[in-house]
């Protein structure tokens, strides 16, 4: 199969895998990992304005106390919250990996419904935190402290929020199945979405530019929900927003 050179190859480093520091070291790694190129351009905005053209707010900049912020609450919450559960999951739960990597059509299938499932998840919660007053002031407020968003404000979250969306992000390829190998595809994929949600930039390579219809929101439209926070609460599809009327474009 086209993904099994792949999947032996993870395999062979199983101790890896199966590690109870893997989660952590993982997501910690790819999320900065995804989060340096447009930090760089943060820098690169500064002089050039080829590069500031691309930015959904010009006028604003990235300070050196925003992005020790961000870090520091980033590492204080995988360490204090996620590494426990991680280590309790470990030890309650062990992981089997199977012999066979999954065809790559199922694999591609199944992480588009983890997308399609998480997006839903993540929009209901949302939208409940931003329309209860209590739970707003309390719980999400922390993740609306910038409304210039930038690469490393995606994480910029308190305790509850950061870990129910991280279980989302962990039960869904659960409730559904999927190989693990999927499931590594659909984490790093999610990563990288959510940190070009928060990017700041319009790039012309963009998901939502690639993706038709404006089926996909991305960018503009998360950094629009940070300006105008009572509108566009999908994290990355359209439908929810629009079947609940909570859509807003730059052209509206």
Request: charged share 10%; hydrophobic share 45%; proline share 7%.
């Amino acid at each position: 199969m086209f993904l099994q050179p792949l999947w032996s190859f993870f395999l062979h480093h199983s101790s890896l895998l199966t590690s109870p520091v893997f989660p952590v070291i993982f997501s910690l790694s790819v999320y900065l990992s995804f989060c340096l190129p447009f930090l760089l351009l943060d820098l690169l905005s500064l002089r050039w304005a080829l590069v500031r053209r691309y930015k959904l707010q010009p006028q604003s900049s990235v300070s050196w106390a925003s992005v020790r912020s961000c870090l520091g609450l980033t590492l204080y919450n995988h360490m204090v919250y996620i590494f426990p559960l991680t280590l309790l999951h470990w030890y309650t739960m062990p992981v089997n990996l199977p012999a066979e990597a999954p065809p790559l059509p199922r694999l591609l299938a199944q992480v588009f419904v983890c997308l399609l499932l998480f997006d839903f998840q993540s929009f209901t919660w949302h939208l409940l935190h931003h329309r209860v007053p209590w739970l707003y002031r309390n719980f999400h407020k922390v993740h609306h402290t910038f409304t210039s968003t930038s690469a490393l404000t995606t994480e910029h979250s308190g305790a509850w929020e950061t870990l129910s969306l991280g279980f989302f992000a962990a039960t869904t390829p659960l409730l559904l199945g999927v190989h693990p190998l999927t499931e590594l595809v659909f984490f790093v994929l999610n990563i990288y979405l959510s940190v070009e949600d928060h990017c700041g930039y319009d790039l012309p390579w963009a998901t939502h530019r690639l993706v038709p219809l404006g089926l996909y929101g991305g960018a503009r439209h998360h950094d629009l929900h940070h300006l105008k926070s009572k509108y566009n609460f999908a994290p990355y599809f359209t439908h929810w927003d629009r079947l609940f009327g909570t859509l807003y474009t730059q052209e509206d």
